[in-house]
């Protein structure tokens, strides 16, 4: 099993920066697949980033360009770099783990963190 939590979320300003973290315990979390979703207000959770365990990323279209997913596997913790960012962006983010490779349902997932929210103000 894995435990997550997310951090870094906060209040910023349309064009700004911001970089969540997510980390896990447990002595296998190189063994993961890790997921960043997030749910705005009256949305469903969306897929944003995917970091698979044998290294490869992927994007949602909405996302593609302007966030970057990482992992320190040394670390236990899978990082969401979010740059030029707008007012809807504005949502909870979540990180999510499973086994096998990346899927870019929530249903795919066992493993969720608590979210952290990320609000942009125009």
């Known amino acids: 099993q894995v435990q997550l939590v997310e951090s870094g979320g906060g209040l910023v300003q349309a064009g700004d920066s911001l970089r969540l973290s997510c980390a896990a315990s447990?002595?296998?979390?190189?063994?993961?697949?890790l997921a960043w979703f997030r749910r705005a207000p009256g949305k469903e959770r969306e897929f944003l980033a995917g970091?698979?365990?044998?290294?490869?990323?992927t994007y949602a279209d909405s996302v593609k360009g302007r966030f970057t997913i990482s992992r320190d596997n040394a670390k236990n913790t899978v990082y969401l770099q979010m740059n030029s960012l707008k007012p809807e962006d504005t949502a909870v983010y979540y990180c999510?783990?499973?086994?096998?490779?990346?899927?870019?349902?929530?249903?795919?997932?066992?493993?969720w963190g608590q979210g952290t929210q990320v609000t942009v103000s125009s």
């Open positions: 970091f698979s365990r044998i290294g490869s990323t």
């Open positions: 999510a783990a499973r086994i096998g490779y990346i899927v870019s349902t929530p249903v795919g997932y066992n493993y």
């Open positions: 447990g002595r296998t979390f190189s063994a993961y697949d």
